[in-house]
């Protein structure tokens, strides 16, 4: 029995059975591709996947500021409520529209990160909640009315809430990290 086949087994020659089940760390040569990036590439990151992410955030971005929108102007038109708000005198569509061109905005950020930070999920998390929080804060500081201010705080609170989550669930699952 040679030493290469006693170390690559661990535990050589077993009473006439050959166990090729131990030979751990080895990849099988007919096993299918991985569907990630190749060996050796630099950047572990599937640029379809997070691409369609990117336009996905969006579309739901933009669905959920046109619906909150017209919620809250509905509320406000129901409780008789004449405020100038932020997103009260246009169409609901508007509200919608800057948060979709905040998620693509979103995305292309998060594209930088992959390539400048090594934790790019850690440091996305925390620049976009500051944003998110920020974003809430300044309607009461910019507004006339309290009423204003709340209800420009909930559509962009609840439009930056489904950029961070969905394009931090993008981000894990087509950024592998770094090899």
Same mark, same amino acid.
């Given at each position: 029995?040679?030493?290469?086949?006693?170390?690559?087994?661990?535990?050589?020659?077993?009473?006439?059975?050959?166990?090729?089940?131990?030979?751990?760390?080895?990849?099988?040569?007919?096993?299918?591709?991985?569907?990630?990036?190749?060996?050796?590439?630099?950047?572990?990151?599937?640029?379809?996947?997070?691409?369609?992410?990117?336009?996905?955030?969006?579309?739901?971005? &933009?669905?959920?500021?046109?619906?909150?929108?017209?919620?809250?102007?509905?509320?406000?038109?129901?409780?008789?409520?004449?405020?100038?708000?932020?997103?009260?005198?246009?169409?609901?569509?508007? %509200?919608?529209?800057?948060?979709?061109?905040?998620?693509?905005?979103?995305?292309? &950020?998060?594209?930088?990160?992959?390539?400048?930070?090594?934790?790019?999920?850690?440091?996305?998390?925390?620049?976009?909640?500051?944003?998110?929080?920020?974003?809430?804060?300044?309607? =009461?500081?910019?507004?006339?009315?309290?009423? %204003? %201010?709340?209800?420009?705080?909930?559509?962009?609170?609840?439009?930056? =809430?489904?950029?961070? %989550?969905?394009?931090?669930?993008?981000?894990?699952?087509?950024?592998?990290?770094?090899?």
């Amino acid at each position: 029995m040679s030493d290469r086949y006693r170390d690559e087994y661990q535990g050589g020659y077993q009473g006439g059975y050959d166990d090729r089940t131990r030979a751990y760390g080895r990849q099988d040569p007919y096993a299918a591709p991985s569907p990630g990036p190749k060996p050796g590439s630099g950047l572990k990151f599937d640029v379809g996947p997070f691409v369609g992410g990117v336009v996905a955030t969006a579309i739901t971005t &933009f669905l959920a500021g046109w619906v909150a929108t017209a919620i809250v102007q509905a509320v406000y038109n129901r409780t008789d409520t004449r405020v100038f708000w932020m997103y009260g005198l246009s169409d609901p569509w508007i %509200a919608g529209i800057y948060g979709a061109l905040a998620a693509v905005l979103a995305g292309a &950020f998060m594209l930088l990160l992959f390539q400048a930070v090594p934790s790019p999920n850690t440091f996305f998390s925390w620049i976009a909640g500051l944003i998110v929080v920020a974003v809430i804060v300044l309607p =009461f500081l910019a507004a006339g009315a309290i009423t %204003a %201010a709340i209800g420009a705080a909930i559509v962009n609170g609840l439009m930056g =809430f489904v950029i961070v %989550a969905l394009l931090s669930t993008t981000a894990a699952k087509t950024y592998h990290g770094r090899p």
